[in-house]
């Protein structure tokens, strides 16, 4: 039998969840459906307290399931994120419902206008690549120019396998993206490797 959950996401001492719980409360009496959980999460401020519990929702659901949320951006912080846990819907045979923008993906789906939705995050999506990816180039290129010297040297110690994407991972640990997004980004390591570099590396 089918799961339904919603998913509440707000900034801590910002607004409530109140608001957005109600929302899908009355989306789903609309639509005659039957809610077994809304999870609901407060993103704090500060940047050692990251939020993950989109992937931990995410692990609950399973083929046929229906997520519910209020609008797109209530998934992630980012572009690239939202875009990835889309694909991830998707690929384990989960619904979305996004309810303001009147949306539902699926793996199946064949809508026109949600093909143009996903097409254009998409296309942000790699735009905000391209942005991390000029950055991370023009901090190497200063580094270099500052006579740093880049790479392994003979008899160094091995470095991690992360290292070369330090500058991204920070960019997108600052923007709160998931490790488990991250991870698929850089497309380098496990979610736990990942979550142990970040944690010797003091990234906050």
Known sequence: MSRIYGYCRVSTGVQTT???RKEI???????????????????????????RLIDETLEQLKSGDILIVTKLDRLGRSTIEVLQ????????????HI???GIVVDGNDTSPINQMIITLLTGFAQMERSFISERTK???????ASGVKLGRQKGAVVKSKYDEHLTTI??????????????K?????????????IQSKKIV
């Open 18 to 20: 109140e608001n957005q």
């Open 25 to 51: 409360l009355d989306y789903v009496h609309t639509k005659k459906m039957a809610i077994d959980k809304i999870v609901e999460i407060e993103v704090s401020s500060t940047k050692n307290k990251k939020d």
């Open 85 to 96: 846990i889309i694909e991830d819907i998707k690929n384990k045979g989960i619904q979305l």
């Open 99 to 101: 309810i303001k923008d």
């Open 138 to 144: 023009s901090a190497l290129a200063q580094r270099k």
């Open 170 to 183: 920070q960019e997108l640990v600052a923007k709160d993206v998931s490790i488990a997004s991250i991870t």
């Open 185 to 197: 980004i850089i497309g380098v390591g496990t979610r736990q490797s990942l979550t142990n570099y």
